[in-house]
């Protein structure tokens, strides 16, 4: 088994897509959320996979973990593979869906406050959801799932289509063919779902009783008996006529859903399942995927995500003068950590000449949210006190790394590993950046008054320079508000002489979700810089 396990996911990475070429702002953001597995926003919330944020974790019968699996299935059940509508859409965060039948209980919403806040611009939190769901089942034993980035946010409730336990099977198997699943998909699916949590009192009190059980004190009837983790129990359990899953053996016939769908082909997809730990993993790995890339027709997702194997973070370049300083930190995918290993960035100017700086180790953390309990290590490197202070009319238009272990000596020379997208390097972006300038000029007046400094590179076809704001919009996607930089008058004199121009915007209102965007080429970019208006000096 644990040889099986290496190998399938050996074979997951190493044959997934290739790597797409940093940057790129949505898939790097949704590379973070998947990869970054030490400094993950999901995955603290199902570490341990008892964890219950609203109760006494292992005491409520509950986890954080059954609520988002279960919450992507009902946004996924919407679909309909006819018309095409619903899907992983995020419909479910409409108080309309949620106040439907189909949609008793409280897990939607308890799912939507722990997670939502991980959406941006950039992911959506239909996305989020989806890889909420992975980071469950990975984290409490369960196969890596391949996840794919670009859901949309729906801008309405979907038409109703979640199954109820209390439905036959006839309409249950017509409510799969509608979201794309076959009758034997279905027994798969539904298996693999309640393998996690179960069915509580509160909502489904014809089900399952008041327990009066301190420690299940929402009275969980759990559909196996490890209801946090991933195993085929739930299959072994039933086949062994030892289950007591609430849906197959509850008192009243016509809410046993699990039943009659478990038993519609005599078994033989559970008795496949209780025979194979593996079969039942591989199994719903891909019937997860299918069920996570179920999404309304029109919308593109993007290929599996792998891993970049070091990928730059919070690049940040500040004008100081007739100074950039550069600061930021890299990312290693998977490395251990190593007290005798040298990283070198390597950057390139604008006149192609190079330069160099070791970087200092971040720490490195671990983390078994990838799934079939491998642990996954991220070592980060950074530089970013003081950074590397470059002259601003040389500039940087692209770095690599270069990583020498175990003694290799970098003076020496000896060849490094390097790491540089093929050749390519990492493009950096030196065109429009934050100027050290920008302070306060009423740092007494509420609220504060400042002005923002942001430098132009000479040359640089720059037609906007602007503050975006991510707010929300009347149905709670988030969106970019975006306010321009005045262009500055024609400086008097030979300014080509200088490498940036100064373009400043007088402003009361910067936060940590404002960031400074421009037009660069014709193309929008954001800088990405997070400018605070507290945090900045008052004027001279
Ligand atoms: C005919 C199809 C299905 C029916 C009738 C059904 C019914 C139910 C019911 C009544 C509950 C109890 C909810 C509660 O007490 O809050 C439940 C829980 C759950 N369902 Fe399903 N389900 C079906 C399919 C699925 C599928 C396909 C998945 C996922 C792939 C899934 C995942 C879950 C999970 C994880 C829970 C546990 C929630 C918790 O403990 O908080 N279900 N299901
Ligand atoms: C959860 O429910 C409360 C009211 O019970 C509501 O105020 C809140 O907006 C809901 N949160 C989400 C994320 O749906
Ligand atoms: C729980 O307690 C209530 C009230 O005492 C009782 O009616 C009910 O039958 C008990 N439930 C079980 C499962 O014993
Ligand atoms: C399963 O167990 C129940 C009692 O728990 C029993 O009534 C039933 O006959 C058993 N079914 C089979 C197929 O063994
Ligand atoms: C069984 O459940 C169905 C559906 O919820 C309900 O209509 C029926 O009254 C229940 N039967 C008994 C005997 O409780
Ligand atoms: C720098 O090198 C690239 C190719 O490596 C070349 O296209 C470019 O013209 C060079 N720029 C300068 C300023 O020499
Ligand atoms: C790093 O820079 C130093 C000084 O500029 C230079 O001597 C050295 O060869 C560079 N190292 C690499 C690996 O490029
Ligand atoms: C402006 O300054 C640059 C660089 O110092 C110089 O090459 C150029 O000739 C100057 N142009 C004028 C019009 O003075």
């Not at 009192?201 to 983790?229: E, K, R, W, Y």
């Not at 100017?349 to 079939?372: C, E, P, Q, R, W």
Request: overall charge negative; some cysteine; aromatic content about 8%.
């Amino acid at each position: 088994m644990p040889q099986l396990t290496l190998f399938t996911i050996t074979v997951l990475l190493t044959t997934a897509a290739h790597a797409y070429i940093w940057p790129s702002p949505q898939l790097d953001a949704l590379e973070s959320l998947r990869f970054d597995t030490d400094r993950h926003q999901l995955a603290p919330f199902v570490q341990p996979c008892t964890f219950f944020i609203f109760e006494v974790a292992g005491k409520s019968g509950r986890s954080n973990a059954a609520d988002w699996i279960r919450t992507a299935y009902h946004d996924m059940a919407t679909h309909n593979n006819v018309d095409g509508t619903g899907g992983m859409d995020a419909s479910i965060r409409f108080p309309e869906e949620q106040a439907r039948a189909e949609n008793v209980a409280d897990g939607f919403n308890n799912t939507l406050r722990i997670v939502g806040p991980a959406a941006n611009r950039y992911v959506s939190l239909a996305d989020v959801l989806a890889l909420a769901a992975i980071t469950a089942i990975e984290n409490c034993g369960g196969p890596s799932i391949p996840f794919r980035g670009g859901r949309i946010d729906a801008a309405a409730p979907n038409a109703p289509g979640v199954p109820q336990p209390q439905e036959d099977l006839a309409t249950h198997t017509a409510t799969f063919k509608r979201q794309g699943f076959s009758k034997t998909e279905m027994i798969g699916l539904v298996a693999c779902g309640h393998t996690f949590g179960g069915v509580a009192h509160a909502p489904f009190p014809d089900i399952v009783p008041d327990l009066n059980d301190t420690s299940n004190t929402q009275s969980v009837a759990h559909f196996d008996g490890t209801p946090v983790a991933f195993d085929n129990s739930v299959a072994s359990q039933y086949i062994a006529n030892t289950t007591r899953n609430p849906l197959v053996v509850g008192t009243n016939a016509t809410t046993n859903s699990d039943a009659r769908i478990f038993g519609s082909d005599g078994g033989k997809v559970m008795r496949g399942f209780a025979s194979s730990p593996a079969l039942f993993a591989s199994t719903c790995a891909s019937l997860f995927a299918r069920m996570l890339d179920t999404v309304p027709s029109g919308v593109v997702l993007s290929e599996v995500l792998s891993p970049l194997p070091a990928k730059p973070d919070a690049l940040q370049l500040t004008l100081d003068g007739d100074k950039l300083l550069f600061a930021g930190e890299v990312r290693f995918w998977n490395t251990p950590d190593s007290s005798s290993r040298t990283v070198l960035l390597l950057g390139t100017d604008h006149s192609n000449h190079t330069f160099n700086a070791t970087l200092v180790s971040a720490g490195t953390a671990s983390s078994s949210s990838a799934g079939a309990g491998q642990t996954i290590t991220n070592a980060w490197y950074s530089f970013d006190d003081p950074g590397v202070v470059l002259d601003a009319a040389a500039g940087v238009t692209r770095i690599s790394f270069s990583v020498y272990e175990n003694g290799e000596d970098a003076k020496k020379k000896t060849k490094g590993k390097v790491f540089d997208q093929g050749g390519r390097g990492f493009a950096v972006q030196d065109a429009v950046v934050f100027s050290k300038t920008s302070c306060l000029t009423k740092p007494n007046a509420q609220p504060v008054e400042g002005r923002l400094d942001v430098g132009v590179r000479t040359g640089a076809k720059v037609t906007r320079v602007f503050l975006e704001e991510e707010v929300k919009d009347s149905v709670g996607r988030i969106t970019v508000v975006e306010t321009d930089f005045p262009r500055p008058a024609p400086a008097a004199g030979n300014s080509t002489s200088k490498a940036y121009t100064i373009w400043s915007l007088p402003t009361t209102q910067s936060s940590a979700k404002h960031t400074v965007g421009a037009e660069i080429d014709g193309v929008k970019v954001s800088t990405g810089r997070v400018v605070v208006l507290t945090n900045l000096p008052a004027c001279a």
